[in-house]
């Protein structure tokens, strides 16, 4: 994740202590865990990365186990346990396991699709302390529905949102940008604003599980470009207005070096102070800072990475996988500078960067460390 509002106005938001505070040694570096508490969902969106749908799927983590997997994440000392799904809220111990994981100490947030948020579970989901509740909103109306496989979605999630902001819950919404909705960007400000929505991440699009063939629906690179300067420009206009919203862009690391060269046009001083930032925070962290569980307890590099698994959280404990290097791929993907090839290769962002998507490079050229395809920046902006 890359905090807009951090690097171009120095406002610090939840997570910055984690991305932004000191430089951490790869090797020490405990990792946020995704968990993907049960595949179900009760929507089916058209990029879904775990290919969800409403219907039960057998050989889940049981409670018990989860309190396993929950104490050995809280031994390791990871800092924040995410639960995903699926859609979370239909696994009735999702509020057991989140009392659980703070007792132990671990900070928890909620990745949900919004829709089964009425003001009783936006109250309850207040006052089990999650840190944070991310709603996944893919347009506007009609256009978020086609995206969510489901008429009705879009006034459903914006009443869920309505619900936690009425609880004074934090909660932000995750817009992930493709060639069908890029042009709902400006409404998507609107609605941020409107509705007093702290926090909005925008993410680009992986191609992975339902949306691994939706390389094609991706934008141009110079649409991106166009994207993420409307973004930097809402962002300036809120700055101006003494709006403060925590702005983020995710899953594509570039932007990083992208708004360093942008702002170095205009103010030298600041973009030296945004690749500090960067230096703090350096680029992909799947393998690293970032870490998966899927439902049937399968530990991934990330969650889109759902076809390379380093263990089972059954049979080892999470730290255990995690710090195994006699894993091939694991090894390689915490020092893996030198296994990059073509324009990752020879980048000077790279130590910014870290090389990108591996999960993109692997689904367009069946070569893991082939360059991220959704690399936007010139050959000129990187030699």
């Known amino acids: ?210 949306g691994s063939s939706m390389s094609k629906d991706d934008l141009a690179h110079q649409e991106t470009r166009l994207c993420v300067n409307s973004i930097c420009d809402w962002l300036k206009s809120m700055h101006k207005r003494g709006i403060n919203k925590e702005v983020l862009t995710v899953d594509n690391h570039c932007d990083g070096p992208y708004l360093y060269l942008k702002t170095k046009k205009t103010s030298p001083k600041k973009a030296r102070d945004i690749l500090r930032l960067l230096s703090l925070n350096p680029g992909n962290s799947s393998g690293i800072g970032i870490a998966n569980i899927d439902a049937l307890g399968f530990v991934h590099a990330d969650q889109f990475w759902r076809d390379y698994s380093f263990g089972n959280v059954r049979q080892r404990s999470f730290g255990e996988i995690w710090t195994d290097t006699g894993d091939t791929l694991m090894k390689r993907l915490k020092n893996r500078k030198s296994s990059l090839k073509g324009r990752c290769r020879k980048c000077r962002f790279l130590n910014i960067c870290n090389g990108n998507f591996r999960v993109r490079a692997e689904a367009v050229y069946k070569d893991l460390w082939r360059e991220d395809p959704a690399c936007y920046l010139t050959d000129e902006e990187i030699e």
């Open 1 to 210: 994740m890359i905090n807009l509002t951090k690097l171009l106005y120095n406002v610090s938001s939840y997570g910055d202590e984690l991305r932004y505070k000191e430089k951490i040694i790869p090797a020490k570096r405990r990792p946020i865990v995704v968990w993907n508490m049960g595949r179900r969902c009760n929507l089916a969106c058209i990029h879904c990365y775990s290919d969800s749908a409403n219907k039960n799927y057998p050989g889940e983590l049981t409670t018990l186990e989860a309190e396993k997997m929950i104490r050995d994440l809280a031994d390791f000392k990871v800092p924040v346990l995410l639960f995903s799904g699926g859609e979370p809220l239909l696994r009735k111990d999702l509020f057991h396991l989140n009392n659980y994981a703070r007792k132990l100490g671990l900070r928890t947030v909620i990745s949900t699709n919004g829709t089964l948020i009425n003001q009783k579970t936006a109250l309850r989901i207040k006052e089990g302390g999650f840190d944070y509740v991310g709603v996944s909103l893919d347009g506007i109306g009609q256009n978020n529905d086609y995206f969510r496989g489901k008429k009705g979605a879009f006034k459903s999630a914006l009443e869920g949102i309505r619900n936690l902001v009425r609880a004074k819950q934090k909660v932000g919404l995750r817009f992930t940008i493709t060639r069908h909705n890029w042009h709902d960007l400006k409404d998507i400000f609107k609605l941020v604003e409107r509705e007093n929505i702290d926090r909005v991440c925008f993410y680009h699009l992986v191609y992975s599980g339902r």
